[in-house]
T-cell receptor
Framework: GENVEQHPSTLSVQEGDSAVIKCTYSDSASNYFPWYKQELGKGPQLIIDIRSNVGEKKDQRIAVTLNKTAKHFSLHITETQPEDSAVYFCAALPHTGGFKTIFGAGTRLFVKA | DGGITQSPKYLFRKEGQNVTLSCEQNLNHDAMYWYRQDPGQGLRLIYYSQIVNDFQKGDIAEGYSVSREKKESFPLTVTSAQKNPTAFYLC??????????????FGSGTQLSVL
C-alpha cells in the first residue's frame, strides 16, 4: 500500500524567510496530493492540493510542486509570518484502494518574529 | 453554517471503561472517517464509512468500534480492549468516497486521556 514520508519533522525559520517541506510517496498510482495545516488544538485544514497531471500550483504565498517521476512533492511558503506557525501534513490519495488518504508524519513549523 | 462537530473536546476514561466520541456533520457528505493522532506519528485511520449502514476497518481498528445508522452521525467507541487510548481523535468527512479528489473536512477533535 501507499507510504508517505515527510521531512523535516521540525523547521524553524525567521519571519520573512521561506520554508520548504518535502514529501515522498511510494505508490505510483497515487494521483492527488493535498496539504493540510493544523493549528494547536484544532483539526487540520486543507491549504492547497495538486493533482498528478499538474507540476506546480500557487496560491498567494504558498506553492506546491510535484515530480511524478521521482515521486516527490513539496510545499513552499514564502515571506513567512508568525501565523504560519503550525503543523503541516502532506498526504497522498491512491487512485484505487478505497480512497483512503495516507498522511505523512507532519512538520512542525516555527516562524520566529 | 455547515460543518463537522465533535464532542466532547476533552474526555477521560477509567480503566476497563468504554467511552464514545461523537461526530456529527450537516454537509450531506456520504463518507466519514475517524483518525487517531499521536505526537510525531501523523494521522492513522481507525475506521471509515462510505455510506449509511456500512463501514470498513482502517489500519488500527483493534479496540475500537463504530456505527453509521444515520448519514449525519458516525460515533466512535473506544473499548476497554484498546490498551493505549490516550490520543487526539479526529473525525473527517467528504462528499463521496468514490470521488478521490475531494478534500477531507475535519472536526476540531477530541482529546482522550486515561485516568
Amino acid at each position: 500500500g501507499e507510504n508517505v514520508e515527510q521531512h523535516p519533522s521540525t523547521l524553524s525559520v525567521q519571519e520573512g524567510d521561506s520554508a520548504v517541506i518535502k514529501c515522498t510517496y511510494s505508490d505510483s498510482a497515487s494521483n492527488y496530493f493535498p496539504w493540510y495545516k493544523q493549528e494547536l488544538g484544532k483539526g487540520p485544514q486543507l491549504i492547497i492540493d495538486i493533482r498528478s497531471n499538474v507540476g506546480e500550483k500557487k496560491d498567494q504565498r504558498i506553492a506546491v510542486t510535484l515530480n511524478k517521476t521521482a515521486k516527490h512533492f513539496s510545499l513552499h511558503i514564502t515571506e513567512t509570518q508568525p501565523e504560519d506557525s503550525a503543523v503541516y501534513f502532506c498526504a497522498a490519495l491512491p487512485h484505487t484502494g478505497g480512497f483512503k488518504t495516507i498522511f505523512g508524519a507532519g512538520t512542525r513549523l516555527f516562524v520566529k518574529a | 453554517d455547515g460543518g463537522i462537530t465533535q464532542s466532547p473536546k476533552y474526555l477521560f476514561r477509567k480503566e476497563g471503561q468504554n467511552v464514545t466520541l461523537s461526530c456529527e456533520q450537516n454537509l450531506n457528505h456520504d463518507a466519514m472517517y475517524w483518525y487517531r493522532q499521536d505526537p510525531g506519528q501523523g494521522l492513522r485511520l481507525i475506521y471509515y464509512s462510505q455510506i449509511v449502514n456500512d463501514f470498513q476497518k482502517g489500519d488500527i481498528a483493534e479496540g475500537y468500534s463504530v456505527s453509521r445508522e444515520k448519514k449525519e452521525s458516525f460515533p466512535l467507541t473506544v473499548t476497554s480492549a484498546q490498551k493505549n487510548p490516550t490520543a487526539f481523535y479526529l473525525c473527517a468527512s467528504k462528499t463521496a468516497a468514490t470521488r478521490a479528489n475531494e478534500k477531507l473536512l475535519f472536526g476540531s477533535g477530541t482529546q482522550l486521556s486515561v485516568l
